[in-house]
């Protein structure tokens, strides 16, 4: 693997955004939660609205809630590891 790896949701023949993949483990999930957790809050936006879609939005949300759950125990477990 090479160190830095492009970012891949942008579509551009030169990578101005890179992942540094030798970055702490704890930096890399904090980065990515911060990510989901932003997508997260823009589409409860969007669930609570009286939009057509935001039964969709609803079932979505759930699905990122659980995974922002999930990855903040990760978080959590990767910092009890790094102070011990």
Known sequence: MDRYMPITGI???I????????????????????RIR????????FAFSE??????????VTSLRDGCDLL????RRLQAQLSA
Not at 18 to 23: G, S, W, Y
């Open 72 to 75: 903040d125990i990760v978080g």
């Open 38 to 45: 932003t997508a997260t809050q823009l589409l409860e936006a």
């Open 15 to 34: 990578a101005s955004l890179l992942i540094d993949t030798e970055a702490p483990l704890d930096v890399l999930h904090e980065t990515a939660a911060y």
């Open 51 to 60: 939009s057509v879609h935001s039964e969709l939005a609803r079932v979505l």
């Open 11 to 13: 579509d551009c023949p």
